[in-house]
């Protein structure tokens, strides 16, 4: 008999397409979602009629709520309830570092998710990862680098230890599948914290580019931010990130991923190494 298969949201994601190749290193049946149709089922978090189909016959999910909304609370509650009404048993959800920040309010978006989680009657596990690797190579932080040479940011000489998308993967692996992961709040980060300068020079000295980060006012931050289309409130839970991490709140390194997976975390220079290509633009050939 074949066993029900995992269902993974975000699955053309940093750390669902990560996921669903660790998954598939464990011989493990996996239902990649997508609400493009790229994966296995079209899965859409602003079409509730996707949900059955995606559901169907599922042990365990993957749950990454949908991006650029800050409060899904109510959409998320509502899917876990179909997860449960479906037979489902387990949900392991990506979560945030910045959900247990000092100055976090008690009713943003992302702690409201965190307690539908936890409210949904399924063994539940929540990931909180710090700031991903991959945001420099493939996420929000990559056309400046590639554009202009720089890394744009408000935090001043904060640090983070930058954690890789597939470390979180990992992490997510074992959540789902093995034993002693119920009811657990995993904080997932990098072996070291470094600043956004120090990233900068890491990725410099991986590409062969000059890159630099350039530090700018809160205000400036979050100008940049709403230019490029980001909604206002989602743009406040960034800025409160920034701050974090000015204040030197997001600094914290764990043995979570060595903890869970049997090997150390992924540093951030191993990272740009495996990543150089990402920032090398093609030279410019005389006609």
Do not use: C
């Amino acid at each position: 008999m074949q066993a029900s298969p995992i269902l993974v949201t975000g699955a053309t994601g940093k750390t669902g397409r990560r996921l669903l190749d660790q998954l598939a290193r464990r011989g493990l049946d996996a239902r990649a979602a997508s609400r493009h149709g790229g994966g296995d089922v079209v899965f859409d978090w602003h079409d509730p009629a996707t949900f059955a189909a995606a559901l169907d016959g599922v042990r365990a999910v993957y749950l990454v709520a949908p991006e650029f909304v800050e409060d899904p609370s109510a959409t998320v509650a509502a899917f876990l309830e179909k997860a449960r009404e479906s037979g489902a048993e387990r949900v392991v959800a990506l979560s945030s570092m910045g959900a247990g920040f000092p100055l976090e309010p008690r009713d943003s978006g992302r702690r409201k998710v965190e307690q539908a989680v936890m409210q949904s009657g399924l063994h539940w596990t929540l990931l909180r990862p710090t700031g991903f690797a991959q945001n420099f190579s493939e996420g929000f932080l990559l056309p400046a680098i590639l554009q202009g040479g720089a890394i744009v940011s408000a935090t001043g000489d904060g640090a983070v230890a930058f954690v890789d998308a597939g470390d979180i993967a990992a992490v997510a692996a074992s959540a789902l599948v093995d034993p002693g992961h119920a009811s657990a709040t995993h904080v997932i980060t990098g072996p070291r914290a470094l600043t956004f300068a120090d990233a900068a020079e890491a990725i410099s000295k991986a590409s062969g580019r000059a890159v630099a980060h350039h530090a700018v006012p809160r205000g400036a931050m979050a100008q940049l931010l709403q230019q490029a289309g980001m909604p206002e409130d989602y743009i406040d839970m960034v800025m409160r990130d920034q701050d974090a991490i000015r204040d030197g709140q997001a600094a914290e390194v764990t043995g979570t991923v060595e903890r869970v997976t049997g090997r150390a975390a992924r540093g951030f220079e191993q990272f740009a190494s495996a990543a150089a290509d990402a920032w090398t633009t093609p030279p410019v050939t005389a006609s």
